[in-house]
C-alpha cells in the first residue's frame, strides 16, 4: 500500500509540472544577448547594453587581475 501512494504520488507530481517544462523560453525578437562585445585593441573591449545603447569601455592590463570598466554612457 505504502509504495502504491508513493507511486501516485510521484506521478501526479509529475503530470502538475509537466506544463512548466515544457513551455519556450522567451527571447526578444533577436538572437543577440542583452551585453555585446566588440574589441577595441588588444586589452580593451567596448560592451553595448543592447537595451538601452549604453556604451563602456573594460580594460584588463594583466591576465591575473580584473578588468576595469566605466560607466554606461546614457
Do not use: H
Request: aromatic share 6%.
Amino acid at each position: 500500500m505504502k509504495t502504491s501512494m508513493i507511486l501516485i504520488t510521484g506521478l501526479g507530481l509529475m503530470l502538475a509540472f509537466q506544463p512548466a517544462q515544457s513551455e519556450p523560453d522567451k527571447q526578444s525578437a533577436d538572437d543577440r544577448g542583452r551585453y555585446e562585445g566588440i574589441a577595441a585593441s588588444e586589452n580593451a573591449v567596448w560592451v553595448i547594453d543592447t537595451r538601452t545603447g549604453g556604451v563602456r569601455k573594460c580594460t584588463q592590463e594583466f591576465s591575473d587581475q580584473t578588468p576595469n570598466c566605466s560607466g554606461f554612457s546614457k
